[in-house]
């Protein structure tokens, strides 16, 4: 396939956050930098699903009042002399034995409209969320992960599946709908460590691309990840190659999308570099414009690094060009294990 790169067309800045604080920064950034509004607070720590509560603060189940018992009472002593009985028309006496009370209209039942989460792991350190959100059928709402987010849709029911990388060992999930109300649960994944993973993330069709190139893999070639060429999941879990996942749906207004790139590190078939680039389609939608992107690398388990870039894409002139950023990566080195 023949492909225009074009190098030095494009002003791009970049600005580097490292460090084990970046999560809450880079939500922050994000969010002011796409213009979706203040950033979610962080979800709160999960209790477990389960737990028993402090006897102390138990209330006793109500019991029936205790009656006691009847015998040994007397009939009251009759007082006077015995009245005459007089036989008149019969009385109507009321039937207690049925139902006598009118009935009385229930209160209609209310649905419960809280959203709920249930995380699964899944092969490749992936993480199987399962929403469900009975009041918000056909919304979009955001998933957030550990500084990455994305757009995803409900269906009918107000009912998702996702499949997620984990970027943690303790992987916190949280949904978030645009009232305010959030999914969360968290997972512990142990094989996290064992899978690199880079992550570019930005808002809405702007042209951007991840690409992988394995072992001096060549475009098209095999070896070369993108979404045109994905790869396995389950090939990466056996240390055969890397994947990448698509994450975001874009017909949302300013949806936030993500492709990941997950190579198995920790257990490499064979040694050598794998060189990660981005590229920038110029099309009719972009031309002119400046648009953000940001790009986050978790390697080894180790703290991850963050980079975010302001480019300016070229004019209309330019469309169909393809603007190559080979800097907003690190080369990783794999050791065959």
């Given at each position: 396939?023949?492909?225009i790169?074009?190098?030095?067309i494009?002003?791009?800045?970049?600005?580097a956050?490292?460090?084990?604080?970046f999560?809450?920064?880079?939500?922050?950034?994000?969010?002011?930098?796409?213009?979706i509004?203040?950033?979610?607070?962080?979800?709160?720590?999960?209790?477990?699903?389960?737990?028993?509560a402090?006897?102390s603060?138990?209330?006793?189940?109500?019991?029936?009042?205790?009656?006691?018992?009847?015998?040994?009472?007397?009939?009251?002593?009759?007082?006077g002399?015995?009245?005459?009985?007089?036989?008149?028309p019969p009385?109507?006496?009321?039937?207690?034995?049925?139902?006598?009370?009118?009935?009385?209209?229930?209160?209609?039942?209310v649905?419960?409209c809280t959203p709920v989460?249930?995380?699964?792991?899944?092969?490749?350190a992936?993480a199987?969320?399962?929403i469900s959100?009975?009041?918000?059928?056909?919304?979009f709402?955001?998933?957030?992960?550990?500084?990455?987010?994305?757009?995803?849709?409900?269906?009918?029911?107000?009912?998702?599946?996702?499949?997620v990388?984990?970027l943690?060992?303790?992987?916190?999930?949280?949904?978030?709908?645009?009232?305010?109300?959030?999914?969360t649960?968290?997972?512990?994944?142990?094989?996290?460590?064992?899978?690199?993973?880079?992550?570019?993330?930005?808002?809405?069709?702007?042209?951007f691309?991840l690409?992988?190139?394995?072992f001096?893999?060549?475009?098209?070639?095999?070896g070369?990840?993108?979404?045109g060429?994905?790869?396995?999941?389950?090939?990466?879990?056996?240390?055969a190659?890397?994947?990448m996942?698509?994450?975001?749906?874009d017909?949302?207004?300013?949806?936030?999308?993500?492709?990941?790139?997950?190579?198995?590190?920790?257990?490499?078939?064979q040694?050598g570099?794998?060189a990660?680039?981005?590229e920038?389609e110029?099309?009719?939608?972009?031309?002119?414009?400046?648009?953000?992107a940001q790009?986050?690398?978790f390697?080894?388990?180790a703290?991850?690094?963050?980079?975010?870039?302001t480019?300016?894409?070229?004019?209309c002139?330019?469309?169909?060009?393809i603007?190559?950023?080979?800097?907003?990566?690190?080369?990783?080195q794999?050791?065959?294990?």
């Open positions: 396939m023949s492909r790169k074009s190098l030095a494009a002003a791009a800045t970049f600005a956050a490292m460090g084990i604080g999560v809450m920064q880079n939500q922050e950034l994000m969010a002011e930098r796409f213009g509004g203040d950033a979610p607070s962080p979800a709160p720590a999960l209790a477990p699903a389960f737990a028993l402090d006897s603060s138990v209330v006793p189940m109500l019991t029936a009042p205790q009656i006691e018992s009847l015998t040994g009472l007397v009939a009251p002593a009759a007082i002399p015995a009245r005459q009985t007089i036989i008149g009385v109507l006496v009321a039937d207690l034995s049925g139902d006598f009370l009118p009935q009385v209209p229930g209160t209609p039942e649905a419960d989460m249930v995380a699964t792991s899944a092969a490749a992936m199987v969320l399962d959100a009975p009041c918000q059928p056909d919304a709402a955001t998933l957030h992960h550990n500084g990455m987010m994305f757009t995803f849709a409900t269906g009918h029911d107000g009912s998702a599946a996702l499949v990388p984990a943690t060992e303790t992987a916190i999930f949280m949904a978030q709908f645009a009232d305010g109300s959030v999914a649960d968290q997972l512990s994944v142990a094989d996290v460590a064992l899978y690199d993973r880079a992550v570019l993330q930005f808002e809405g069709r702007t042209g691309e690409h992988a190139s394995e001096g893999a060549d475009f098209g070639a095999p070369h990840i993108w979404r060429a994905a790869g396995d999941a389950l090939a990466a879990a056996d240390g190659g890397g994947f996942l698509i994450l975001g749906d017909r949302a207004e300013h949806a936030l999308m993500a492709e990941v790139y997950t190579y198995p590190a920790g257990a490499a078939q040694s570099e794998i990660l680039s981005v920038a110029i099309t009719a939608a972009n031309c002119g414009r400046d648009l953000a790009s986050m690398q390697i080894g388990g703290d991850p690094t963050a980079l975010d870039l480019l300016t894409i070229p004019a002139e330019g469309i169909g060009d603007l190559l950023l080979d800097s907003m990566f690190d080369t990783w794999v050791a065959s294990r």
